[in-house]
């Protein structure tokens, strides 16, 4: 079996769980398999052999250094506010890289290590996505790489750029099914009590999580009641009357609060929610469009590409998996 060597880039000021996230899906991928040699071996590597100081006060211990660390399988980039604001280590991360990734099958990137990968002048051309906050920060310095705001992770060739933080997991969740197929990926996922695959081409910043971010005052569980009741009746007059306040009030309060409308913030949780549903359960796209709140199955399907650009079925084969077949 073929041992592939997993190198994760680290520096004094990285993000903790950039490096931590990654190296556990590969370990548990490792003890799910339960082979004598195993399908990963992790190596983090350093500017210099020995502690790197996190961002959280955390310390690694580098294996090895980037200048002798040998032939690598996958190359991960983490995250941290020393990668953004120190261009000196932006500019020998990028010398590095475009020494040493051609000779690498993928190289990846976890939240703001996009910058260091920016830096390498290898993503210019490319799609690419980095943490929310500074997505456009680093659209407006990297104007060459089409930044998508809103993904997970994006795939170009054999480059990888995921979003902040916890991303990191769903993208070496990606890589074991890529390697080692879905059922073991879905286990590791399992093992770890993490949402089983977010699939690459999810929003990171949902409507649900923007109004619990924002809501203040009588909207603090809106986002969270409404899950709950999303096959009743939601009309303005309805939810208004959860809120305690006169439609036409509620209406006035939550466009100016949260910049949309209630009806369309339904819509949107409605869909997400049937989103996952596609993803993740085995049930016909009418039954999904019932339990998320549509009277009929057409209706459903008209809004879902008017937000989606795909049919419900077409989406659930595209990230489905294992629901889909």
């Known amino acids: 079996m073929k041992v592939r060597r997993i190198g994760i880039v680290g520096y004094d000021g990285v993000q903790a769980l950039d ?25 983090l590597l350093a500017a210099t052999k020995g502690p790197i ?5 955390i310390a690694f211990y580098a294996h090895t250094t980037i200048a002798r660390c040998g032939l690598l399988d996958t190359i991960i980039l983490p995250g941290g506010g020393a990668v953004r604001e120190r261009p000196e280590l932006r500019a020998a991360l990028g010398r590095w890289l475009r020494a040493t990734a051609p000779r690498a099958r993928r190289v990846a990137s976890v939240c703001t290590g996009t910058y260091a990968l920016a830096e390498s002048g290898l993503l210019d051309g490319r799609r690419a996505t980095t943490h929310w ?3 456009q920060d680093l659209q407006e310095h990297r104007p060459r790489i089409d930044v998508d705001v809103d993904a997970i992770f994006v795939k170009d060739g054999k480059f990888y750029t995921s979003a902040g933080i916890t991303a990191g997991i769903d993208l070496c969740l990606a890589f074991i099914e890529e390697d080692l197929g879905r059922d073991l990926a879905m286990e590791v996922a399992r093992e770890m009590v993490v949402y089983l695959r977010r699939s ?10 923007l109004v619990q971010v924002q809501g203040k005052d009588r909207f603090d569980d809106l986002a969270q009641w409404i899950r709950g009741h999303l096959n009743d009746d939601l009309t303005v007059e309805a939810i208004a009357e959860h809120a305690n306040l006169s439609p036409r009030h509620f209406t006035r309060k939550f466009k100016s609060e949260f910049g949309i409308t209630p009806a369309d913030f339904v819509e949107e949780l409605r869909l997400d929610e049937a989103r996952w549903l596609l993803v993740n359960a085995g049930d016909a796209v009418e039954k999904v469009a019932k339990d998320v709140g549509y009277a009929n199955d057409e209706t459903f399907r008209r809004a879902f590409v008017r937000r989606f650009g795909v049919v419900p079925t077409d989406y659930r084969s595209r990230f489905g998996g294992a629901a889909a077949s």
């Open 19 to 43: 490096i931590a996230g990654p190296a556990d899906v590969f370990s548990l991928a490792n003890v799910m398999l339960a082979r004598k040699t195993p399908a990963y071996e992790v190596v």
């Open 53 to 57: 100081s996190t961002e959280s006060g």
């Open 133 to 135: 906050r500074y997505a």
């Open 200 to 209: 690459g081409g999810q929003l990171q910043y949902s409507a649900p999580l």
